[in-house]
């Protein structure tokens, strides 16, 4: 039976412009995301998708609904949630080994600290660079860095905003195919947020398509695809593109139903 680790009811999120207006960021979502599996989430600019992010991370709140992980509501942020953002955001002054760490400090009751910085960092396959600092490294890198920080705490659940963005097509293709094999090998419970549709694609067991603001759920689509999906000969195969065609023509009449 699929078991729902993050629960989603009725959730909608509205702040306040300076006008005193409100502004609807969210609108009425409902989602389960089972625990193991990789969601992606994808839908036009200002749709939402960080705001709906940010709620499960804890870091904004709902103006209406719930989120709950296992049950218990989400009412701020906790170990049990990591992030990796699109800016690397290390800490300069840090080598690699010692960014990792930062991932662990603040957490009481680690005994296996050691062995936690060595697995992650093995997964990210950094385990040759721990004293190196990150304006030795390059952008692909240093987000490797941001995942095996992210990874060290061994959260339930690793929350992904546009985290290859900042990274050239060659090191945004090179950092999803490590993605899809350190999730497989860890069946870690990822929520993913991309502009890519290709990436969207490859990386997720769900792909969730919203909505223009205020940002409602379009479409939640099972991919079904064979993995690795980075093989050449996955990609080119009929269903990757109807899948591709698909996600497209629906964000293409979000876009035309924005301008109207």
């Known amino acids: 039976m699929i078991r729902d680790l993050i629960s989603i009811q009725n959730l909608s999120v509205k702040f306040m412009l300076p006008s005193g207006e409100d502004l609807v960021a969210l609108r009425d979502i409902t989602l389960g995301i089972h625990e193991g599996e990789f969601l992606t989430i994808v839908g036009p600019s200002g749709c939402g998708k960080t705001t709906l992010i940010n709620v499960v991370a804890g870091l904004v709140w709902p103006s209406e609904g719930q989120v709950t992980l296992d049950g218990v509501a989400i009412t701020g942020p906790g170990p049990d949630r990591a992030m990796?953002?699109?800016?690397?955001?290390?800490?300069?002054?840090?080598?690699?080994?010692?960014?990792?760490?930062?991932?662990?400090?603040?957490?009481p009751g680690i005994t296996d600290e050691?062995?936690?910085?060595?697995?992650?960092?093995?997964?990210?396959?950094?385990n040759d660079f721990r004293g190196v600092y990150p304006r030795?490294?390059?952008?692909?890198?240093?987000?490797?860095?941001?995942?095996?920080?992210?990874?060290?705490?061994?959260?339930?659940?690793?929350?992904?905003?546009?985290?290859?963005?900042?990274?050239?097509?060659?090191?945004?293709?090179?950092?999803?195919?490590?993605?899809?094999?350190?999730?497989?090998?860890?069946?870690?419970?990822?929520?993913?947020?991309?502009?890519?549709?290709?990436?969207?694609?490859?990386?997720?067991?769900?792909?969730?398509?919203?909505?223009?603001?205020?940002?409602?759920?379009?479409?939640?689509?099972?991919?079904?695809?064979?993995?690795?999906?980075?093989?050449?000969?996955?990609?080119?195969?009929?269903?990757?593109?109807?899948l591709r065609e698909h996600i497209w023509q629906l964000l293409r009449e979000q876009a035309e139903e924005a301008t109207r």
């Open 84 to 107: 990796v953002f699109q800016e690397y955001a290390l800490l300069p002054w840090r080598t690699v080994e010692e960014n990792v760490r930062f991932g662990i400090e603040a957490l």
């Open 114 to 126: 050691e062995k936690r910085i060595s697995d992650a960092l093995k997964l990210v396959g950094l």
């Open 136 to 242: 030795q490294l390059s952008g692909g890198m240093q987000q490797r860095v941001g995942i095996a920080r992210a990874l060290v705490a061994r959260p339930r659940i690793l929350l992904m905003d546009e985290p290859f963005g900042a990274l050239d097509a060659m090191g945004r293709d090179v950092m999803r195919s490590e993605l899809e094999e350190i999730a497989a090998e860890t069946r870690q419970t990822v929520m993913f947020v991309t502009h890519s549709i290709d990436e969207a694609i490859q990386l997720g067991d769900r792909i969730v398509v919203m909505t223009a603001r205020p940002g409602e759920m379009k479409e939640i689509i099972e991919v079904g695809l064979p993995r690795p999906r980075y093989d050449a000969e996955v990609r080119s195969e009929h269903g990757f593109g109807e």
